[in-house]
């Protein structure tokens, strides 16, 4: 299968000027995994990946609520999973560093 990674970066929606003093991160806080040394002991990873890494992974999750949203302004869906299998890579020791 032949997979299409999609940027999930959030789209500014106001202007600076109007923006509050603390910035809305730039990807949504449900997008964020941590994984601590247990789980990147078992996925065959170093705690040694630095800020600015990036790991190559594919995950399956399971499905565990769907809903569905009418409001004045349209409608809208809530799909949640659960991350049940992981797999992931060190892209930065495999390309040998390039960066």
């Known amino acids: 299968m032949n997979w299409k990674l999609q940027d999930m970066e959030n ?17 949504s806080y449900g997008l964020a995994i941590c994984l601590t040394e247990k789980e990147l002991d ?11 890494d990036y790991l190559h992974g594919m995950f399956f999750a399971k499905v565990t609520s ?3 949203h009418a409001y004045e302004e349209g409608a ?10 992981l797999a992931l890579e060190d892209e930065s020791t495999e390309a040998g560093d390039e960066e």
């Open 11 to 27: 789209e500014a929606e106001e202007p600076v000027e109007a923006a509050p003093l603390r910035a809305a991160p730039k990807y």
């Open 42 to 52: 078992k996925l065959g990873l170093d705690c040694d990946v630095e800020v600015g």
């Open 66 to 68: 769907v809903s569905t």
């Open 76 to 85: 809208g869906a809530r799909v949640e999973m659960q991350i049940t299998h």
